[in-house]
């Protein structure tokens, strides 16, 4: 009750329209064209029934949208609906005039009109109307104005255009129209050029036009590629001090150049001592002002444009300037009856030509004076020092530009060297977990510094190695401290190192070195030195792998013997690379990997041997994983014949030998199964199938060579009967019956015949015991003559005494 009176209305009107959402006839469609942002009316009439005026209701819809754009009903304001706000009303009878027409207008609409207290007339109430509304072309995707392609690579313009009625999209290159072929592809506006040619290279024009107006798109596709340097750096000589200029001028398209400068792979913007120092043009170019002998090394110009990767060229810059000392100490010790130097230090470009020496403001000619050299770095080496060699020495280096100047005085001194006064033992072996000291002393003025290194540069155990008083203990032996020890003495005299092994024992094996390979076409040759096996016998296995494929497992195998130090590997690919290892084990279990090498394989030479050689001379079928190589030709004239064992299935070898055939797969099948095949096939070419059930085969052969396999034979046919199947089988069964009983047959009379001699050996040898018991007593009877017989015969045989 508290509803106002419009609200009251659109309720009444939407339950109104809920009972009658069902259009009640069909209207035939009335059409009304209009343009965008124009006003449209939709045409709709109605009679009364019988003529007299009575309440109704008008309603109109769109496809698509659910509840009624617009619905009018006397007395009460109108329901409009969403996006339709002050842009609908009713005009003549029931009309719907719609203003600012939007693209989005466009449809059919259907007015219906109901009465309240009647049916209505459902012939003559009501319009159908489809709204057309035309509106010129526009983008909705334009390609871009330039486009940077490279010759051979594939072009894609896209552009797509709205309006109605739909436009027409047309492309032109140089206002020619183009048109579909075999490397050009014009798929709803968009163009596709598979492989651009110098003919391609143009202004494109994409036109979309319709009924109400067109528009164009203009593009130029140039030939782009990555900068490119046309004048490079050269390698430049200046004196120190000049100005240096490398040049590198470059050309791209599109030519947003930028430059970078690096001197030894290192930007020059990064290097504070140089950038101050040096200038890069527009065109490129690198000034460096002034040049200072550090400046020497390789500068490398970098040239990009977006497209492609970096376009670099290099040079190298040399400063030359006068010979200089940069290290000479004041002081200097040697010692005596051992090995010195006298350090000065020498820099110079060219390179120095001499060093002119002085000792005590006197000439000092090291060529003159025995077992003393001159290094390349400008010092002095003195093989074995005696106490004449102190003294003031003063070094003065001259090249090409002469020199800057002498060194300062060094005042060198002859010292007794330090030495040992304890050295550790040559070896020292201790079992894990226990506990190890190796001692080092000694004495010398000034007094030596004593420590211990590793000859591995690996670095002591923090935790478990102690040094002291020149002592080096190790607690809770492990198996990584394993390995070789230096005890260096050293003061300002001399430097002196001993050694010594540390060996730890009752541990896993530690890891093979100086592992190398020797690779054919088919296997690898591994070798490698044995390491400290834990002092239990150790044994090896082989990991290797195969690079060139993705993500490949490691594969094993062991080493046999166990104590071999050399192993070869068969059966792998040829011209692949590979990863090998060696791991080592021994009673406790695995030790650690040695170095990872790499190894390739030589590629396969087909026309050297048919088939590859394992360590026993024997060949074999090695498997492939990536077939190459020249293929065989085709077996040729295969035939099929039915034989009382079987199919016999025969063919050719191939026309063509230079290929040389390693084995055949014969294949077959049925219908339109998949193929199914027998083989390998070597040194043959026949086949005998067994037992085929009845049906029509196809039949075809391939040869293979180890690293390919070439073209199939042409297919040969054959139906095989049920009567052929059925007698191949009978005769199976009958010849296996056969055999069997004849199989009988001889193991009976086998039987027979061992039984017969196993007795015959049993009455022997009765008779002979027989005989040795009778024979004295009877020649004892007859007086020592014998009778000739056995006075008891046994089993009626009379058998004479010997």
Not at 436 to 456: A, E, F, L, N, S
Request: aromatic share 10%; proline share 8%.
């Amino acid at each position: 009750m508290f509803l106002n009176k419009s609200c009251q209305v659109a309720a009444l009107l939407l339950c109104f329209w809920a009972l009658n959402t069902g259009y009640p006839h069909k209207y035939f469609a009335e059409k009304v064209t209009a343009l965008l942002g124009e006003d449209a009316v939709l045409p709709c009439s109605f009679e009364f029934p019988k003529g007299v005026p009575v309440p109704y209701i008008i309603q109109w819809h769109k496809k698509g949208i659910k509840i009624p754009i617009y619905i009018w009903y006397a007395g009460y304001p109108p329901h409009i609906g969403e996006g339709y706000d002050g842009r609908v009303s009713l005009t003549g009878q029931a009309s719907l005039n719609l203003t600012d027409l939007q693209e989005h207008d466009q449809g059919t609409y259907t007015c219906i009109v109901n009465f309240f207290d009647r049916s209505p007339d459902q012939k003559r109430n009501g319009s159908l109307v489809h709204l057309f509304v035309h509106a010129p072309p526009h983008f909705s995707i334009k390609p871009p104005d330039v486009v940077y392609v490279n010759i051979g690579e594939k072009l894609a313009l896209f552009c797509a255009a709205g309006g109605t009625p739909d436009p027409d999209i047309t492309w032109y290159m140089d206002n020619i129209p183009l048109n579909e072929g075999s490397n050009i592809k014009i798929n709803r506006g968009s163009l596709e050029i598979f492989k651009v040619r110098e003919s391609h290279i143009g202004d494109y024009v994409c036109r979309a036009r319709n009924s109400e107006g067109s528009i164009v798109a203009n593009t130029k596709v140039i030939v782009a590629g990555p900068a490119v340097i046309t004048v490079p750096p050269r390698n430049l000589t200046k004196l120190e001090g000049d100005k240096a200029e490398l040049i590198c001028e470059a050309k791209a398209l599109p030519a947003n150049l930028t430059h970078r400068w690096l001197f030894n792979d290192k930007d020059i913007s990064q290097l504070t001592w140089l950038v101050t120092r040096t200038v890069v043009r527009t065109d490129g170019t690198l000034f460096i002002n002034p040049t200072s002998a550090e400046d020497s090394g390789l500068y490398t110009c970098e040239v990009f444009n977006g497209i492609g990767t970096p376009e670099r060229a290099s040079a190298y810059l040399s400063v030359e300037y006068p010979a200089r000392v940069t290290y000479s100490p004041t002081i200097q010790y040697l010692p005596l009856g051992l090995s010195g130097i006298i350090r000065c230090y020498v820099k110079a470009n060219p390179p120095f030509l001499h060093i002119k020496w002085s000792k005590d403001n006197r000439p000092f000619d090291p060529k003159s004076h025995h077992g003393v050299f001159s290094l390349s770095n400008g010092s002095l080496q003195i093989q074995r020092v005696i106490h004449e060699h102190q003294g003031w020495y003063v070094c003065t280096p001259y090249n090409a530009y002469g020199t800057t100047g002498k060194s300062n005085k060094m005042e060198v001194l002859v010292r007794d060297p330090p030495i040992f006064t304890i050295k550790p033992e040559e070896r020292y072996q201790q079992r894990v977990n226990s506990k190890v000291t190796m001692p080092c002393h000694g004495t010398g003025q000034p007094k030596p510094d004593i420590h211990w290194r590793r000859t591995d540069g690996k670095q002591l155990s923090r935790d478990r190695a102690i040094q002291s008083n020149g002592n080096l203990t190790i607690r809770t032996l492990k198996k990584e401290d394993h390995g070789r020890y230096e005890c260096v003495l050293q003061n300002d005299i001399a430097i002196l190192v001993t050694s010594t092994l540390l060996i730890v024992e009752g541990t896993t094996p530690h890891a093979p070195t100086n592992v190398t390979v020797e690779t054919s076409a088919f296997s690898a040759s591994l070798s490698w030195l044995p390491a400290y096996d834990g002092n239990y016998p150790q044994s090896y296995v082989i990991w290797y792998r195969l690079l060139e494929q993705a993500e490949s497992p490691w594969r094993t195998i062991r080493v046999d013997p166990d104590e071999a130090s050399t192993f070869t590997i068969y059966n792998l690919q040829p011209n692949s690379e590979y990863e090998f290892r060696v791991l080592s084990r021994n009673t406790l279990g695995d030790g650690m990997f040695s170095p990872t090498v790499r190894g390739k394989t030589t590629p396969w030479d087909f026309l050297g041997g048919v088939y590859p050689t394992d360590a026993y001379g024997a060949t074999y079928i090695p498997t492939v994983q990536k077939p190459s190589g020249p293929k065989p030709s085709p077996p040729r004239n295969v035939t099929v014949q039915e034989t009382e064992n079987g199919l016999l299935i025969s063919w050719l070898p191939p026309l063509n030998q230079k290929v040389p055939v390693a084995f055949y797969y014969v294949e077959y099948r049925t219908q339109s199964k998949p193929w199914k095949r027998w083989g390998p096939i070597k040194h043959a070419t026949s086949y005998l199938a067994k037992e085929l059930a009845p049906g029509h085969y196809n039949f075809r052969v391939y040869a293979y060579s180890i690293m390919s396999v070439g073209q199939a034979s042409s297919e040969v046919s054959l139906t095989l009967a049920a009567e052929s199947y059925e007698v191949t089988k009978s005769r199976a069964i009958t010849a296996g019956v056969v055999g069997g009983i004849l199989f009988f047959i001889a193991a009976i009379v086998l039987s027979v015949c061992a039984v017969k001699i196993c007795n015959k050996r049993k009455r022997r040898k009765a008779e002979k015991a027989y005989m040795m018991v009778t024979c004295p007593v009877a020649e004892a009877r007859n007086g020592g003559h014998s009778h000739g017989g056995s006075p008891s015969p046994i089993k009626n045989l009379e058998v004479p005494c010997q």
